[in-house]
């Protein structure tokens, strides 16, 4: 490989190995909202990027009210910015539902065409209210700097961090959905929708807070984001496409799939970037996926349920 | 019965073609006098994304099938001829300042020093003209026959269509030295020694557009109004019911998905000989979309909507885009939304429930009033018929009678 020693070798699969992780986690920030809508209700969100940059430029007006007016908050604000990201997300999405989605659910491929409308106007409203460059927020001073285990390895705090909050959301995904009466509710519906509505679920009232949950989840992933990249109107929609294929490919009623799926298409990416051009890593992966899903039309990880 | 269903159908088809011939009034006719050769050369550049939208009307509306990257067929077709014709654009004597003369310049720029193999065919117009509709065709075939031989269907194609968009964008920005990169490829010349930047040139060009635009309606009319055309519409409400009457589902889309491709390659080969080069920016998945919205609005199940919904959206978007460049995507995001909540059938579909009655109404009349006048003064026009007779056309041409039953009225 290249005039690489075993130990140069070792620290470039660990740095590209972390890089990877930190693509993981985006993908999974995204794809847990999306996978939950698009298992239980069919629908494809393609809007649902723009609800991750709802949560980034919320994060990023947090900050700059804590740095402009309470310089004392500017280490505790991140928090509150989550969840104010997870509640303007969440009412956002169920305004969406409520107005646009629920007359769509009979048609999954129109669902597709208006939710792409409906992310040209939110992108075009997020650049003419807050303008066409990128922003970044301020980053509180325990997230800065970085971690060095060995000489050649440097692992920077702030992927860290936002590892961290994946692994948290992720689990309160998990425990929402199989330790709760809703999450209950929601898996009965996904596995049996008519079923469930003669056992007396309301399926309707089920799926506005499924989509809702699902774009407030988005919204806790921008306020992340923020801590890795910048954000401009564009930010959310640089990932749909790949965020879908990571769905598609896990299997789209399952979580565990989205894990998995998100976790391999992250990692092959960011290792075959360092071997090969970077563009011909992302055709090698998109082509891998292509083919996988080919073999396998349901997904990686399928509940196998009687239709 | 039977006599009398034969000819419901033939006035149907007979609708059908008086709409065409309005159209091609519209395009041959009007648009040429209306227009300088500037404002007529960007209709020509609408009317190549026609194709795709007729394209598009054969595999989405009749089909179900749902392509987000018909982009990719009208770029190969754009790309194989901007191929031949920045071949002929760079002989050895108009590149003789380039290390290596006689390779198209981006090449040289990329340190190439020998034309890569896939270039090579290239330098004849009988191969190029092949493949500009067949290498599109073929990459639909495999990618067809990758999928819906596994039953991939529905949004999952969708998913895939925009993917492959973006690959080959990918592909095509990333090696430079063999694409032309982001720029595409830029400073064609000549077609065999004819000069088409020339205005004369241009006129040609639009014509032979449009005559092709008009045998692509002719043929994707015969396509619908087959049988073929019979069980696409089978499939698409009840794919289940169709296979398990016997018939090969998949082969059925993987026609007409080829028939799309090679369709919307026309219109890319049409576009760079009209507008002067090709790039990624007609490739990738964002325009692949704003293709299908062309279609969404004209009507899905329309083949002439189709060709109105392209002209008006695109008419739309220069004016709105040149003065109000904001106002434009959310225009865009809100056509997008409303076509598919309010009027899923498109301009078709308005027609059809607004114009059509008044229309099929003065038709009548008109008919009446010709029987009378056969009748009473055979030899002399009734003054009354003139008037009739120009109420007819009516602005929106389409079905004088009942269209085809259309499906998406009776969704529950």
Redesign the interface.
């Given at each position: 490989m290249g005039g690489y020693t075993f130990s140069e070798l070792g620290s470039i699969f660990v740095m590209q190995g972390f890089s990877g992780l930190s693509l993981f986690c985006v993908y999974l920030l995204m794809a847990l909202g999306l996978a939950i809508i698009f298992g239980q209700m069919?629908v494809?969100n393609m809007a649902h990027g723009e609800f991750l940059t709802m949560g980034a430029y919320t994060t990023y007006f947090m900050s700059k009210l804590a740095v402009d007016h309470f310089p004392a908050l500017v280490g505790i604000y991140f928090p509150f910015a989550i969840i104010l990201g997870f509640l303007i997300a969440f009412g956002m999405g169920y305004l969406l539902e409520v107005l646009?989605i629920r007359?769509?659910y009979?048609?999954?491929?129109?669902?597709?065409?208006?939710t792409?409308?409906?992310?040209?106007?939110?992108?075009?409203?997020f650049?003419?209210a807050f303008g066409a460059r990128e922003v970044s927020a301020t980053l509180p001073a325990w997230l800065l700097g970085s971690v060095k285990p060995t000489e050649t390895i440097d692992i920077p705090l702030n992927g860290l961090f936002m590892m961290g909050l994946t692994l948290v959301l992720s689990l309160l995904v998990f425990i929402f959905l199989f330790r709760s009466r809703w999450g209950l509710k929601v898996r009965a519906t996904t596995q049996n929708r008519v079923m469930s509505g003669g056992v007396g679920i309301n399926t309707k009232k089920v799926d506005r807070m499924t989509f809702a949950v699902g774009c407030g989840i988005a919204g806790v992933a921008g306020a992340v984001f923020t801590t890795i990249a910048s954000t401009g109107p564009t930010t959310g929609s640089l990932y749909i496409?790949d965020t879908?294929?990571v769905v598609?490919f896990g299997g789209a009623a399952s979580l565990v799939g989205t894990v998995a799926s998100a976790f391999s298409i992250a990692q092959a990416q960011s290792v075959l970037e360092f071997f090969l051009?970077s563009?011909?890593a992302?055709?090698l992966t998109?082509?891998t996926?292509?083919t996988v899903?080919?073999?396998r039309?349901e997904g990686l990880f399928t509940i196998r349920v009687r239709k | 019965m039977k006599k009398a269903a034969v000819d419901e159908n033939r006035s149907k088809d007979g609708s059908w073609l008086l709409g065409l011939a309005v159209l091609s009034a519209l395009i041959f006719i009007v648009m040429p006098l209306c227009f300088d050769i500037f404002r007529l050369n960007l209709v020509g550049k609408y009317l190549t994304y026609a194709f795709v939208a007729v394209g598009l009307v054969l595999c989405w509306g009749q089909g179900g099938i749902l392509s987000l990257g018909q982009g990719v067929f009208f770029g190969l077709g754009g790309y194989c001829m901007a191929m031949f014709l920045k071949l002929e654009a760079s002989d050895p004597k108009s590149t003789a300042i380039q290390s290596t003369p006689g390779i198209p310049d981006f090449m040289d720029w990329n340190q190439l020093t020998k034309l890569p193999w896939f270039w090579q065919p290239f330098h004849s117009l009988t191969f190029t003209l092949i493949a500009v509709v067949l290498v599109p065709s073929l990459f639909a075939f495999i990618i067809g026959v990758a999928m819906f031989k596994r039953r991939v269907g529905g949004v999952y194609f969708a998913i895939i269509t925009q993917a492959v968009a973006a690959i080959l964008t990918i592909l095509i920005v990333g090696r430079q030295g063999l694409t032309g990169g982001i720029n595409g490829i830029t400073d064609l010349k000549t077609l065999h020694g004819w000069d088409i930047r020339t205005n004369g040139a241009k006129y040609v060009l639009y014509f032979i557009n449009a005559g092709l635009l008009v045998a692509s309606l002719l043929v994707s009319k015969y396509i619908t109004s087959s049988k073929l055309g019979r069980l696409l519409l089978a499939m698409r409400d009840k794919e289940e019911r169709v296979r398990f009457s016997g018939y090969d589902v998949s082969n059925f889309k993987v026609f007409i998905f080829c028939m799309a491709a090679g369709i919307s390659a026309l219109g890319g080969a049409m576009f760079t000989l009209q507008v002067g080069f090709m790039s990624p920016s007609f490739v990738g998945i964002v325009p692949s979309v704003e293709m299908v919205i062309f279609t969404a609005v004209g009507g899905r199940m329309s083949l002439l909507g189709a060709v109105y919904g392209t002209l008006l959206v695109n008419f739309g978007k220069t004016y709105f885009s040149e003065s109000y460049p904001a106002l434009w995507l959310l225009l865009m995001g809100g056509l997008f939304i409303s076509v598919v909540m309010f009027f899923p059938n498109g301009l078709a579909g308005l027609y059809d429930q607004h114009l059509k009655k008044r229309v099929a109404a003065a038709g009548a009349r008109f008919r009446a009033g010709r029987a009378a006048g056969l009748k009473t003064a055979p030899a002399g026009e009734p003054p009354g018929m003139e008037k009739t007779a120009a109420t007819l056309p009516g602005g929106i041409p389409g079905k004088r009678t009942k269209g085809p039953k259309q499906p998406l009225e009776t969704r529950p």
């Open positions: 069919g494809i646009l007359h769509l009979k048609r999954p491929l129109d669902t597709l065409l208006a792409w409308g409906v992310s040209l106007v939110l992108q075009q409203v650049r003419s496409v879908f294929l598609v051009t563009s011909i992302k055709v998109l082509l996926v292509i899903i080919m073999a039309p | -």
